[in-house]
């Protein structure tokens, strides 16, 4: 038994959450995976997983094997990348999740130049708007806005977003111009972004000279999807919030038009976030650093 090789498949069979996610992210037939792990298993003289039909679970054994067992595990990775990124290229599948908007807008035009860097790492990008699960998806690391709330993930700061209140011209001519937060709530259609995470629709937000406003109405439509919300601002449905990389284009063509501006939504922070007991390879830690370089720039926070 190779047992560095058998305490590899195993931890990641704890972090997938179960056998098939785990023997794909290690490009490894689920039958050889399943075995390494009963042989160290027998080697051990303990249960470390308990199997059922629909499911997998760590037993007490095996968590304490697995903490234990982590430490020695990723402190080898590190050696063995800290020679192998000296002398060598970064390589290699990396998976990326990003937002609908954001992949559109941001992180897909920049990618030619990342691409020109680093022609032997090929990105897999999981576009939508909805909350992943790093460990179980097998995802390396995903781009996302808003505050962090979850401990266990290590995240980089990659800026600020502008963020844009607009409607078309027509809705515009037809219910009149706001010139104030609380005039939305005489008659006005609001199109609310909804979480894909906790299904709740994001309230409007607005900031002047340090006074910060939030309307909660009852929205006419709520979408879970950002490039789908652009859509129903520019068809004519109602106001919308997003940011203003999604509706430059809207907005520089005369499709929509930016409304109380004095009282601009307060910028929207992103990250990157991976999580803290995956090791960092070298693709991902250069894919992390290109991005702190880059994005910034291209969140568009500043006023125009």
Request: with cysteine; proline share 6%.
């Amino acid at each position: 038994m190779d047992q560095l090789l058998a305490i590899r498949a195993f931890a990641r069979v704890v972090e997938a959450g179960n056998f098939t996610r785990a023997a794909d992210s290690l490009n490894m037939p689920n039958a050889t995976l399943s075995k390494l792990v009963q042989e160290l298993e027998a080697y051990l003289g303990i249960r470390l997983l308990q199997r059922t039909t629909r499911r997998v679970t760590v037993t007490p054994e095996g968590r304490d094997y697995y903490d234990k067992t982590l430490r020695i595990v990723r402190d080898l990775e590190d050696i063995d990348t800290s020679f192998n990124s000296a002398r060598s290229k970064p390589r290699g599948a990396l998976r990326v999740d990003v937002g609908g908007s954001t992949a559109r807008d941001v992180l897909i035009p920049a990618l030619p130049d990342f691409i020109a860097r680093y022609p032997d790492i090929r990105l897999d990008l999981g576009v939508s708007d909805r909350a992943v699960d790093l460990i179980s998806d097998s995802v390396d690391c995903v781009i996302r806005g808003g505050p962090l709330d979850n401990s266990s993930l290590v995240a980089r700061h990659l800026g600020q977003a502008g963020m844009v209140t607009c409607a078309t011209p027509a809705y515009l001519k037809l219910f009149g111009i706001p010139a104030y937060p609380d005039e939305l709530k005489n008659g006005h259609r609001l199109i609310s972004y909804v979480s894909a995470q906790n299904g709740r629709a994001m309230p409007f937000r607005f900031e002047q000279h340090g006074e910060k406003i939030e309307i909660k109405v009852e929205q006419r439509l709520g979408v879970n999807e950002s490039n789908a919300h652009l859509a129903a601002g520019v068809a004519g449905l109602g106001i919308i919030q997003t940011f203003r990389y999604a509706a430059a284009a809207a907005l520089r063509d005369g499709v929509l038009v930016e409304i109380l501006k004095p009282w601009r939504p307060p910028a929207y922070p992103f990250h990157i976030v991976y999580p803290h007991n995956r090791h960092v390879t070298h693709r991902l830690r250069v894919f992390i650093d290109w991005l702190v370089d880059c994005f910034p720039s291209r969140l568009g926070c500043a006023e125009d």
